[in-house]
């Protein structure tokens, strides 16, 4: 099984990065508070990656580079135009039929920071 997601086909110009930094805040009146990084990777990241029409065959073999790692098992992949891989999960995706040999995907990706 390899660690690294390269799909045949790159995700659609319609795929987004969402980004959440998480922070503790304590409030101690009259407005003032005091706010904290939560952790050394306090940054919790999702991509939403969308693939327009592409063969059957390619969808097919997306999926089950998702399957094989069952949804807990991370991977590799570097977003286009990003330089470094990020180590990601992915245990939510959507398969739509767009024709007799075609179809679109969507899929869900959540940034690990994990050994």
Request: aromatic share 14%.
């Amino acid at each position: 099984m390899t660690d690294t997601f390269s799909p045949a086909y790159p995700p659609s110009i319609d795929s987004t990065e969402d980004v959440t930094l998480t922070v503790y805040e304590a409030g101690f009146g009259d407005g003032y508070s005091q706010r904290v990084e939560a952790g050394l990777n306090n940054s919790v990241e999702t991509l939403n990656l969308s693939w327009g029409v592409i063969p059957t065959a390619d969808a097919d073999d997306i999926i089950d580079f998702f399957r094989d790692h069952g949804g807990a098992e991370s991977f590799y992949y570097t977003m286009p135009n990003d330089s470094v891989p990020k180590k990601y999960t992915c245990n939510n995706w959507k398969r739509a039929w767009a024709g007799p040999n075609y179809r679109t995907l969507t899929a869900t990706f959540k940034r690990r920071y994990d050994l």
